[in-house]
């Protein structure tokens, strides 16, 4: 029952695939604006693609077993207030303390939503679009309403997505690390294996001694982490933290995993995937505007990316069913 | 004779409205291979289930080495040394050879990370070991169901066990590949290992298994040697009833055939279908679980395109290209699993029954709610249906009384002919002498109804003639006057 099909083989390769097409963009772009695709502004671009990077990464794993995290950016912004009024604060704070705090806070929130899913048995949609609310609502409450200021922050907290190291900024430099990090979690390690098996068949899972549920807590506590550490270098980086940062982000981080063939349905995708998928996305935003397409154009690209990347995983994830006759009468 | 290595006393497990599982003992020693047999709802597949830690047993002791231990999960079933084969495909499709196989059992390297060379080599070794030559970095997805049969015998190998388990594992296998499966099962029998070998087929229980215990109807009916048993005294005792139970067949007036079904094939699941279903009978389609039979129903319905064949209802051509087209014919099926299939359980139970008719319920496309309710309170008056109001939601129902809706809901279109899966599967034995009784009022009115069932009894008691499947091919078929258990059983096996 093997998949011969030239489109079965485009599928079954979805990195290879996107990565050519990212390449092509580059080269489309390049030929019409050539400045684009000079190093320091292909790092620019990476850099602001990093933030989406890591967390299409953490949500695929939340997506692999068959949940979603819908209340990543509201993590953003919560975490990333948290932090800003922690350093207006204690402005003596190291920017290290403030990066582990804000992964602390974001691992705490991401929990809330696993003990959900997980003890109580409530769907992850649900629960996180609750949580989704929940957490804007908090920043609301803890700053008033109010933005906290570049001027308010110290120079140290916002120094540390910005300062360079080998031409790439520290905040490529982390997407690139929890990237790897989460390749080496999802490829190497018992939990990682034991999450796609998870998704993949739940059933087949209990039978094999596999705590659905745990593994699901895991993954939103991983794809809170992730989200609380990416609220700090959010807040840093755009130098501002308020209520709406971040706000309908969550759809990006699905879109890019979506893009990046991790299916819905669970059990399929990987770490590559979902990072190219959310490189796709970034080159969308920066390259399109180069070439002088207007924003609502961008819009209506990404959309369609989105669709079609939605039918070819439907494609791609049609399964053989039983044979009852013996092979010999086929 | 040698200590069991694990022995099952007094085990019981209750289902809301079914036991199971009802005060069993089982013994398995090292070096033989006993078989497990039992019909189909015997309590085998639970049994497994204890066994391997997917249910807890609500009583019983299981001893290990005269020790008795608890089972609370699939870990604990490892720890012991348990291992086993399930009937259905519990494994991933979407993970390689290798990681099924080391899913729950993995090597680490001196960093703590998955030592996938090492896994990789060991996989080759179990594969090796097997005879058999499969990619271990192959999606499992990409072999044949024979092999990922295969690779589910390397997992159980992986993990160093003394006892396993085999639940119908030549059910999808040719016959070279039975009869590999036999050498190696000889094999782990001559290292030692205890076999428990679940089998419907006669012929490789008498083959290859030392010992037998039989169940009926969740109770322990007997065991001993192999050698001290003939397959007639098997039969007597997987269907022996002493107290038959009474069905209330009313004998209808069978007159013309009012469908005829020719050679009706389908690629992969059935194959030269032919039969004829009289006005006022009930036609009862035997077999084990997946022979065929519920694909074949749900051709008749449309839901399963047919490759070749020809069907006739009430005299005109029938080709149903949906169920709807089947219903506006006159043709009606109930599905066995009435959660996914049948109710639509979060609405209430008038709504369900008008459900295929809203249509004809309707004036300028807003619905007649006081028609509807008439119809509703109509059926469900005839189906003696218990519920406080019919405004009560299916989901709060019993399951008896879950399956008198969804009866209804067909009925109420005014077919010819009915089909039932499993009309009576899981439900109390109050709500199954009402669900016979209903369609032997059906029949009496002039209906005809095609009874899927796994029962013996049940088929025995209701049907008129009984078509027996096996392997999506009907294999034998049976009157009143010739019908016998044992025939039916022995038909249903393929022996």
Redesign the interface.
Known sequence: ??NTSFFGKLISHREWLLGAIIVLMLVGVGYTAPFFVTPSNLAEAFDDTSILIMLACAQMLVILTRCIDLSVASNIALTGMCVALFNVAYPETPALVTLILSIGIGIVLGAFNGVLVWLVGIPSIVVTLGTMSVYRGFVFLLSDGEWVNAHEMTPQFLALPRATFLDLTVLSWIAIAVTLALF?FT????TG??I??VG??P????????NVGKHQFITFCISGAVAGMCGYLWVSRYAVAYVEVALAFELQVVAACVIGGISIAG??GTIWGAALGAIFLGLIKNALPVIGISPFWQLAISGLVIVLAVIINSRSEK???????????? | MNRPVLELRNISKTFPGVKALDGVELQLYPGQVTALIGENGAGKSTLVKVLTGIYAPDGGDILIDDEPVTMAAATDAKRFGISAIHQEAVMFDELTVTENIFINNQNRNVFGLLDWPLMRKRAKTLLQYLDVNIDPDLPLRELSVAHKHLVSFASALSVNSNIVIMDEPTASLSHHEIQELYRLVRRLRDEGKAILFISHKFDEIFEICDRYTVFRDGQFVGSGEITDVTQDDLVAMMVGRTVQQVYPKIDAEIGDAVMSVEGLSHPTEFADITFDLRKGEILGFYGLVGAGRSEVMQALFGLTPISSGAMHLNGKPFKPRTPGDAVDQGLVYVPEDRQHQGAILTLPIFQNITLPQLGGLSRSGFIDMAREYDVAREYATRLQLKASSLSENVENLSGGNQQKVVIGKWLATNPNVIIVDEPTKGIDIGSKAAVHKFMGELVAQGLSVIMVSSELPEVMGMADRVIVMHEGRIVARFDRQNMTAEAIVTAATGA
């Open positions: 029952m093997k080496v490829r190497f390690t018992k294996l034991s796609f098996a993949g068949n059933k087949a899972a209990v039978y094999s001694g596999l059990g399929i399964r053989g069913g039983r044979r009852i006759l013996r092979e010999a009468h086929q």
